[in-house]
């Protein structure tokens, strides 16, 4: 398998928490500009997954790459962030004492160092930038107010948009839709193939009718490798997912 | 608002040093009292204005300028850290007021406003020394300098070095150890003071170990067996108010020298003893060496103050000097032309009731030294505050005021 | 000095030659009688002598009193007596026979005084005369004695004290101060070599101190012998130094771990930033004072048993405080945890004053029971019985919290409210209640430790506040919310510290530990025993 | 045997809850369903007592609760799965469990069969702590330390949330038994629709703060009724 | 720029009167105790000069404490550390002024030095005799020692806790050391008995007005300054990394590089406060190291109001004149007084003075717009901005907040 044209390379990637294995000897790869999703039991080791791409977590073993050549494991969060991956948590995390604005201000695009930062002045096309977001997310009303004043699912919301204004290459997308209405998980679905156009993505989501919208690559985690992968009609197909994961 | 004179007390009622300042501020107040049963000063009432600096080594000075400029105090009793006076000297200096400075020193200073009533180093640990070195202090030959690592001791220590060496003491018989103030542990330097007393020689211990220290260290030496016969302990900060915190018992005939101890059998010190028990409501509670500075400081002052006929302290200042007044050990003590006054020196041993047993006592007043015989820069200053020469380090060899001064 | 010397010699040529019946009664009364016209030391120091020359055991009463400052002179006929202090007055009684003889008043009598020097001497002096003594005990301190204070003379009553002797350990102990004899006796080269040999294998440092002695003295065999075994000694010496720097580690971390582990729950578990801890401390220390000036004045009989009592009063008295501050002030403060800081500092400002209006600004006397006082060895070891105590103390209190925390509803329930007080109380937790009685359990704790500390340190106001920054230390050391990192934290600060101070000094050796700890918090940014795993990443 | 009655809840200045009424019958299932922010965490927060409404009442069996603090409520009966999880992260799942203990009897103090029947890897990591789970297993934690503590009503705040799909199906399956056979009450908010067609006996929807249809399950195919879950 | 938005910001009130309130403090009081005769009302006496420069001094130091506790949640236990060493280095200077006017009269070595056996003077003594070196290492000593130190602490992730006591480490080591006679410091008796200060008597009235001025326009400089950081958005990413450090690595930021700024500014500030105080205290001494100095720091700013500019300021003023004023009249019982003061702002006025003005107008404000608004018949979903206090973000025991029912972590 080749790395270059991949935008993310997992190869052999194993770690285990005392003795416990999340992952094990996963092998993915991402194309640049694919949306893939990822589904699997819960405890597969998706979101570690995450962890080991964010830097987050060190793998135990196992290449990372991104981009084709950038290996993840040598750099740390902050890195990576600046390098392009862009990820929502599993759970909301916000800046709580901020307004909904500047949560969206602090993430968005740009210089990353302290002088920049404290020279900054807004300029119309930022401004631009976070009304758009502030429309896509529909917070627009809510733009002064605190973020710890949202209820769970505008959390959500605000962590999208976040990701957004982040504009990054990758965009890894943890239950964007848990804690939403049906209509609201149309919208997301709708919003993330709008993105995954000219981003590569991939969402992990429990939610089957959300994964059957998005219309990819379907890859199922269990115990922290591949159990199966391919379209979501072969992948559900599978006895074995059948078997640990939707359950008959 | 001029019906009376105030008189400032400057001591700490709370913080690490309250435990040692309370009782001085106390004192302060009975010796007032005293005084104004006695009808007063010139005419008028005493007034003791009290604060508290709170162990706070800038709240002194604050303190004492408040003290002077707001109270409009005639003078101030107080301190009893060397840093918490060096931190009101300038105030005292720039506002001309009179500071009594009631506890023993590391000397090398001697200034215009300061009257110094606690012992200087030759009034307390030179001749402890010396007791030691007689026969009756058991010849000894060894010396372990432990001390709390600030000014004083490291002074003391410093001009006690320089002495054992003129008297012949090899340089490898002496050992100084420094431990931090409020030093608790002491199990570690016992036990090396121990195995420094093991070399077949007489071994004593001079400790100018600071306040709150002593108690454990002088736990941990009772329980490590270390006896009053085999490694005596001279003290120079431990007196009756400290051993109160402590079983005497394990600690009988351990020492400590002083220009004055509770058990001086005299009757200005029964007296004394009495009224302070009645003043505090406690027949419990110890007098100590600074309420004796305290004592004579106060006297002096008064007499001072009858001499010049007003508070106004440029004349009180050169009232004072040759002003007498008895002590509490059957004495009188004056104040020198230094600002510093003439003591006699005891050295007693810890009995098991918590007192001290004097078991030698100079023959006669030793005058308190400001600047050290024993140290090559201060050995060629005196100090006279008297006119014409007003100078607090006038140097014999250049016959300039102003120290060495090289210029 | 030269007086005591021959003093001593002429008590021991009398003691072989003098039939043990001693001298008449008549004459020692004779002579104690002379202590009432003494005027100075050596004048005492004679009457001494005298009373020793003779030889007689009898003497020992009065000398033992007089070592003690126990011997008085009635002022009105001049009589000798032994005093004991009463509440009152002084309890008379005859020099030699210690009958009862009356009472009198402190102003009726004057005591004898004493120095170092005269106890020195009548203690060598009894040293010999107590050598046929019938309590082994006895017979080991004259042994003792005898060895600092050798002399040629006293190798003959000791030949004659070795061959009575059947204990064997009291047996081997005059046999090394016969060696020690020896070696300042004229006796052949030959015999001084097996002294050494003989003095050497006791290895410890007063035989390193006589050894010295003899060396500085003598020349050729003897001195390279000297030379030899003191080299010898002192390389075990080292080994067993190191030794007891471990014990002195150990006992300063029980201590450190007694004063920190109240704070591993308040703060540990609850997360309050306690600064009043320390005045908990202190009010259990004062809590033991109390009990023990009760103790004196009514019961002094129970005076052992005053820190046993002292113990679950200290524990009510701070948990109680630590009670009715969890009530008035910290719980309306949860979720706050920041501004308990500001409170309990006010409130520890507070208590501390508080304690220096009642009590005074003073140190207080809490004296040792005995079982607390003095030490053992173990080779060369010097174990102070206190500061084994207190190990052994802190240890249980450690293990009993362990299971509390761990093994008990309770436990289970202190830290489900503490992580997440709202959900506790959805699981139906009565979060009042486990928050008054946890932040209680540690103050009472705390308390308990200041029945402990109050053993090795000063009583008084400002007791707490030199342990707050040490306990602090220590929980954070060892890793928050993690009661075997206190008790690590502890133990390795301790052993640390004592390890460094002999070489860098007390001062330094506690800076040295603070880089330590700020070097190693680097390394492990969560203290000793950090948790891991996302349950706590932030 | 839960009835709220015109329930007002602000947060500082802004009303979250705007005269709600809503009523759980025993042995029945009800629903809450709306949009994000609507209210429903806030009213379920209400009833437990993490709240405390600016009017109105909360009455269980009979007794108003309105008072009591959420500690007693949870002794009357009332076990809460908030939204969230909120586990206790550093207690191991069996502490985590345990922790349900605090209402019961000591002889019911064990953790029931059915918990690890309907999650068994609660049974494979009990000794983990419960901060470790990945979410769906932290929100199964959360479930079954609800259960321990054998509740008159269960209160669920979106509890299908980040659960795999055939656990949910478990889940469905669970409150159901719980419902005809211990006749426990359970007040269900979810935003997953199917979920709760199937589940519910009754619906309540909300819209800024206020319950506006209330009704059989089948309401929700009307299409009035749909308007206020859509965007 | 950042000027301009000073002038703009009709926002800030509050800041602009704290800073015009101060210069003219700093002209004003100078004038009422220089020109004013000492019989007239007016007249300012020089103790009370003396007294509030050195509060403005503390204050300088609360606020500085208070840009990395309240705004970018570092307790730093250990701040009076770096107000201790710029006082060190202003007292050196002033040491070297004394010149040959010593009690020995060595023209090169301070007093302490002669009675302790110094030869010459030590190294690090050098280049202090010029006003402008010791100036500088009034801002080099603590902005180095809080760089390297903060570099160490924020690239390992030091935090919580864990922080706050490895910086009272570090201030209880450096107490220690400069107690060490052997420092070359002057022990525990500090730098005294000093005379000039640029040639003028430390003494004299106007010195001290000149020096009052001088901490008064300094800390309205530092008042701008902490204002121009925390407005910009740096200042809100500081706070953004107070409340979710590790989400905002997610996003790029540096947070250890966001924090040692912070933490460097802040110690600097600290530094030039000590500098002012020493001159008008007349001494330092290693008591400044002492850990409850820092610990009353941060009290000062929590009762003045944390994570506010003037919070911090307020607080120290009214802290410390009510210490003077409690240890003049009260000095018995001064402690009940202080400690209850303590409880009584925790439990009366959580948030600290200004916090609770803050959220009583607050209040009011949303409650009034919320009326207006529903009258309006508009969606009201406004809370008030201040109805819920900044919290920390962590969960774990090792973290300040332990008991916060949402738990933040970045999964
Ligand atoms: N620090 C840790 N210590 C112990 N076990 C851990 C740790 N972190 C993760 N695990 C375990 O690793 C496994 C994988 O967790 P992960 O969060 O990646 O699952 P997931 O696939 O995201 O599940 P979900 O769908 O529930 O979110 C889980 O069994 C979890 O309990
Ligand atoms: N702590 C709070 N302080 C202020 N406002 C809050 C707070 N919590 C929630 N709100 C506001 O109250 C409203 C109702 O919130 P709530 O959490 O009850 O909604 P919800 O219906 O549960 O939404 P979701 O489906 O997203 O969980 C929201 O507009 C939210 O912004
Ligand atoms: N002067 C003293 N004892 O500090
Ligand atoms: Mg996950
Ligand atoms: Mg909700």
């Known amino acids: 398998m080749s790395k270059s044209n991949t935008i993310l390379y997992l190869d052999g990637v194993s770690v285990s928490f005392d003795g416990f294995r999340a992952i094990n000897n996963l092998s993915l790869v991402l194309d640049k500009g694919e949306m893939r999703a990822i589904i699997g039991p819960n405890g597969a080791g998706k979101t570690t997954m995450m962890d080991i791409v964010t830097g987050k977590t060190r793998p135990d073993e196992g290449e990372v790459f991104f981009d084709g050549q950038v290996d993840l494991t040598r750099h740390d969060e902050a890195e990576i962030a600046m390098m392009g991956i862009g990820r929502k948590f599993q759970k909301p995390t916000v800046f709580e004492s901020h307004t909904i604005e500047d949560n969206l201000m602090l993430a968005l695009k740009g210089p990353r160092s302290i002088f920049p930062a404290l020279f900054h002045r807004r300029s119309a096309a930022e401004a631009r930038q976070i009304d758009d977001i502030l429309g896509i997310i529909r917070l627009g009303d809510k733009r002064h107010e605190l973020a710890a004043n949202l209820s769970h699912g505008q959390k959500q919301w605000l962590e999208i948009g976040m990701l957004l204004a982040q504009d990054p290459k990758l965009l890894l997308v943890d239950e964007p839709v848990a804690g939403m209405t049906d209509a609201e998980t149309e919208e997301t679905a709708r919003l993330l193939k709008d993105i995954a156009r000219d981003h590569s993505v991939i969402v992990v989501e429990h939610d089957m009718h959300f994964v059957r919208e998005l219309g990819v690559k379907v890859t199922c985690l269990h115990e922290g490798s591949v159990l199966s992968e391919g379209t979501l009609d072969f992948v559900s197909a599978d006895e074995r997912v059948v078997e640990v994961y939707l359950g008959r | 608002a001029d019906d009376t004179i105030k008189v400032g007390i400057l001591h700490s009622l709370s913080g690490t040093m309250a435990i040692s300042e309370t009782t001085l501020k106390d004192a302060m107040l009975m010796l007032i009292d005293e005084q104004n049963a006695k009808g007063g000063l010139l005419g008028k009432k005493l007034e003791a204005v009290v604060v508290d600096p709170a162990s706070n080594w800038p709240l002194f000075a604050e303190k004492a300028r408040e003290l002077i400029s707001k109270d409009k105090v005639a003078a101030v009793f107080g301190c009893w850290t060397s840093v918490s006076r060096k931190s009101v000297l300038p105030v005292f200096s720039e506002l001309d007021n009179i500071l009594f400075y009631p506890v023993q020193y590391e000397g090398e200073e001697s200034e215009r406003n300061v009257f110094y009533t606690g012992a200087a180093p030759n009034q307390q640990a030179i001749p402890a020394v010396d007791y030691l070195m007689s026969k009756d202090g058991g010849s000894v030959k060894r010396w372990v300098l432990e001390g709390t690592d600030y000014v004083y001791p490291r002074t003391t220590n410093k001009i006690l070095e320089a002495y054992l060496k003129s008297k012949g003491v090899a340089a490898e018989d002496i050992m100084t150890n420094y431990t931090p103030f409020g030093f608790s542990d002491w199990q570690t330097e016992v036990s090396a003071i121990k195995k420094f007393g093991s070399a077949g020689k007489k071994t004593a211990v001079v400790s100018t170990v600071n306040g709150d220290a002593n108690v454990p260290f002088y736990k941990e030496l009772g329980n490590q067996g270390i006896k009053a016969e085999d490694i005596p302990v001279m003290a120079f900060s431990v007196g009756e108010e400290e051993l109160a915190g402590l079983d005497t018992k394990p600690l009988v005939g351990h020492l400590a020298a002083w220009n004055y101890f509770e058990s001086v059998n005299t009757p200005e010190n029964k007296k004394f003893i009495a009224n302070w028990h009645k003043f505090i409501k406690n027949n419990k509670r110890t007098t100590n060496d600074p309420m004796e500075a305290h004592y004579i400081g106060f006297n002096m002052w008064v007499k001072a103050v009858e001499k010049a006929g007003t508070t106004d302290p440029d004349k009180v200042i050169d009232a004072m000097i040759g002003v007498s007044v008895p002590n509490l050990t059957g004495g009188y003590s004056t104040m020198m032309p230094n600002h510093h006054i003439t003591k006699p020196v005891l050295i007693g041993e810890i009995q098991a009731n918590g007192q001290f047993e004097t078991v030698s006592k100079t023959p006669g007043l030793v005058m308190g030294d400001e600047w050290s015989d024993y140290l090559p820069d201060s050995k060629d200053l005196i100090s006279d505050w008297r006119a014409p020469l007003s100078c607090g380090n006038f140097n014999v060899k250049t016959g300039k005021c102003g120290g060495k001064g090289t210029n | 000095m030269k007086i005591f010397h021959a003093m001593g010699l002429t008590l021991l040529l009398l003691l072989t030659t003098l039939s043990p019946s001693g001298a008449a009664e008549a004459d020692l009364r004779a002579i104690i009688a002379k202590f009432a016209t003494v005027t100075d030391f050596s004048e005492t120091g004679a009457v001494v002598q005298e009373l020793t020359a003779t030889g007689d055991p009898a003497v020992e009463r009065p000398l033992a009193a007089l070592a003690e400052g126990n011997l008085y002179i009635r002022t009105a006929d001049s009589m000798v007596f032994v005093g004991k202090e009463g509440d009152e007055n002084v309890q008379l009684f005859d020099p030699l026979s210690g009958e009862a003889a009356g009472e009198a008043s402190e102003d009726d009598i004057t005591k004898i005084t004493v120095n170092n020097t005269l106890r020195r001497a009548i203690r060598d002096a009894l040293g010999t005369l107590t050598l046929g003594s019938k309590d082994p005990t006895v017979r080991i301190a004259a042994a003792d004695t005898m060895f600092k204070t050798p002399d040629a003379a006293n190798i003959e009553p000791l030949d004659a004290a070795i061959v009575s002797e059947t204990v064997a350990s009291v047996k081997a102990l005059l046999e090394q101060a016969r060696a020690a004899s020896i070696l300042v006796s004229d006796k052949p080269d030959a015999d001084k070599l097996a002294a050494i040999a003989l003095i050497g294998s006791r290895g410890d440092r007063d035989a390193v101190s006589l050894l010295t002695s003899v060396e500085a003295n003598a020349s050729g065999a003897v001195k390279d012998a000297a030379t030899a075994a003191i080299a010898n000694i002192n390389s075990t010496l080292a080994f067993w130094d190191a030794g007891q720097n471990i014990w002195y580690g150990i006992s300063l971390g029980s201590v450190l771990l007694l004063a920190a582990i109240g704070l591993a729950i308040t703060f540990g578990v609850m997360g309050v930033i306690n600064m009043a801890h320390g005045e908990m401390v202190m009010l259990g220390a004062y809590t033991t004072f109390v009990v023990q000036q009760v103790i004196r004045t009514s019961f002094p009989g129970l005076f052992d048993w005053s820190l046993v009592i002292a113990l679950p009063l200290a524990f009510l008295v701070a948990a109680f405080v630590g009670l009715a501050i969890e009530r008035g002030v910290i719980r309306f403060l949860y979720g706050r945890p920041l501004e308990t800081l500001l409170a309990t500092w006010g409130v520890s400002l507070i208590l501390q004053q508080a304690v220096r209006s009642i009590f005074g600004p003073t140190n207080q006397e809490v004296g040792n029971p005995s079982w607390m006082s003095g030490s053992f060895d173990i080779g060369q070891l010097a174990i102070t019985w206190n500061r084994l105590w207190i190990l052994v103390f802190a240890l249980t209190v450690f293990g009993v919290l362990l299971y509390v925390m761990k093994r008990t509803p309770w436990g289970l329930q202190m830290r489900a409210v503490t992580a997440n007080r709202r959900m506790a109380a959805s699981m139906g937790i009565r979060t009042p209640w486990v928050d008054a009685l946890t932040f209680a359990l540690g103050s009472g704790i705390a308390g308990i430790a200041g029945v402990a500390l109050s053993q090795i340190d000063n009583v008084s106001p400002n007791l707490g506040r030199g342990y707050i920054i040490d306990s602090f230390m220590v929980v954070v050391f060892g890793g928050v919310g993690n009661l075997w990192g206190t008790l690590v934290g502890a133990f390795s600060l301790g052993i640390v510290n004592k390890f460094l101070e002999p070489y860098a000094g007390a001062v330094l050796g506690k800076i040295v530990v603070l880089v330590l700890i700020i070097l190693f918090i680097q390394k492990r940014p969560r203290g000793l025993f950090a948790l891991k795993g996302r349950a706590v990443e932030a | 045997m839960l009835e709220v009655s015109n329930a007002t809840l602000h947060y500082g200045a802004a009303q979250a809850l705007r005269g709600v009424s809503l009523k759980a019958g025993a042995g029945k299932i009800t629903c809450v369903l709306g949009r994000n922010g609507v209210g429903k965490t806030s009213l379920m927060r209400s009833i437990v007592g993490h709240h405390r409404l600016t009017s109105g009442s909360v009455a269980f069996e009979g007794k108003a609760l309105d008072r009591s603090a959420a500690y007693d409520r949870a002794r009357s009966g009332i076990a809460f799965v908030p939204q969230g999880r909120e586990i206790f992260p550093l207690l191991t799942v069996r502490e985590n469990l345990e922790s349900g203990f605090a209402p019961l009897k000591r002889a019911d103090r064990n953790v029931p069969a059915h918990v690890f029947e309907l999650f068994p890897v609660l049974k494979q990591m009990l000794g983990r702590r419960g901060g470790d789970l990945s979410g769906g297993q932290q929100q199964q934690l959360a479930i079954g330390r609800a259960l321990v503590m054998r509740p008159k009503l269960l209160v669920l705040d979106e509890p299908t949330e980040g659960i795999q799909p055939s656990i949910i199906k478990d889940i469905g399956r669970a409150i159901r038994f719980l419902r005809d056979q211990a006749g426990i009450a359970v007040l269900l908010v979810e935003q997953y629709l199917d979920f709760c067609r199937e589940l519910a006996d009754e619906v309540n929807i909300m819209d800024r703060g206020q319950i506006v249809h209330t009704g059989p399950a089948e309401d929700l195919d009307r299409a009035d009724v749909r308007k206020f879950l859509t965007v | ?411």
């Not at chain 5, 008597?201 to 020096?211: C, F, G, I, K, P």
């Not at chain 5, 919320?370 to 901005?385: D, I, L, R």
């Not at chain 5, 920390?392 to 029912?405: F, I, K």
């Open chain 5, 1 to 411: 720029m950042i000027t301009g938005r000073f002038f703009a910001a009709g926002a800030d009130r509050r800041i602009a009167i704290t800073i015009l309130i101060l210069l003219a403090a700093a002209i004003v009081v100078p004038l009422l105790n220089l020109a004013v005769s000492p019989t007239s009302a007016f007249y300012v006496p020089a103790y009370i000069v003396a007294l509030t420069g050195k509060y403005l001094c503390y204050a300088l130091l609360a606020l500085a404490l208070d840009l990395v506790w309240g705004y970018c949640g570092i307790l730093s236990l250990g701040h009076g550390a770096f107000f201790a060493l710029g006082g060190y280095a202003m007292g050196m200077y002033l040491m070297r002024q004394i010149g040959s006017r010593g009690v020995y009269g060595n023209p090169i070595l301070p007093d302490f030095m002669v009675f302790l056996n110094y030869k010459e003077l030590p190294w690090f003594w050098y280049g202090f005799d010029h006003f402008w070196f010791a100036a500088i290492m009034v801002l080099a000593v603590p902005g180095l020692l809080a760089f390297v130190f903060g570099w160490f602490a924020f690239r390992s992730r030091v935090t919580g806790v864990y922080l706050s006591i490895i910086t009272q480490a570090m201030t209880y080591a450096l107490l220690l050391a400069f107690f060490r006679n052997d420092m070359g410091f002057g022990g525990n008796n500090g730098l005294t008995d000093f005379k000039d200060i640029l040639g003028f008597n430390v003494q004299a009235d106007a010195t001290r007005s000149a020096l009052f001025a001088a901490s008064a326009a300094m800390l309205a400089l530092a008042v701008f300054i902490t204002w121009a950081i925390v407005g910009s958005k740096y200042g809100k990413l500081l706070m953004a990394v107070r409340d979710a450090e590790s989400r905002t690595r997610f996003l790029g930021w540096r947070a250890e590089n966001v924090k040692l700024f912070a933490f460097t500014v802040s110690a600097v500030m600290a530094g030039i406060a000590g500098a002012l105080y020493v001159p008008q205290v007349g001494i330092i001494n290693p008591g400044e190291f002492e850990p409850s100095n820092s610990i009353e720091v941060v009290i000062w700013a929590a009762v003045g109001g944390r994570g506010t500019i003037v919070g911090p300021i307020i607080g120290a003023l009214l802290v410390n004149a009510g210490k003077s004023w409690f240890t003049g009249v009260l000095p018995e019982l001064w402690l009940f007084a202080l400690g209850g003061l303590f409880v009584a702002v925790t439990l009366l006025l959580p948030k600290g003075i200004i916090g609770m003005w803050d959220s009583w107008r607050g209040n009011a404000k949303a409650l009034r717009a919320a009326s207006v608004a529903e009258e309006a018949g508009t969606k009201v979903a406004v809370a008030s901005a201040t109805s819920k206090p900044a919290r920390s973000p962590a969960r774990n025991p090792g973290e300040w907040s332990l008991s916060d029912p949402e738990p933040q972590a970045a999964e």
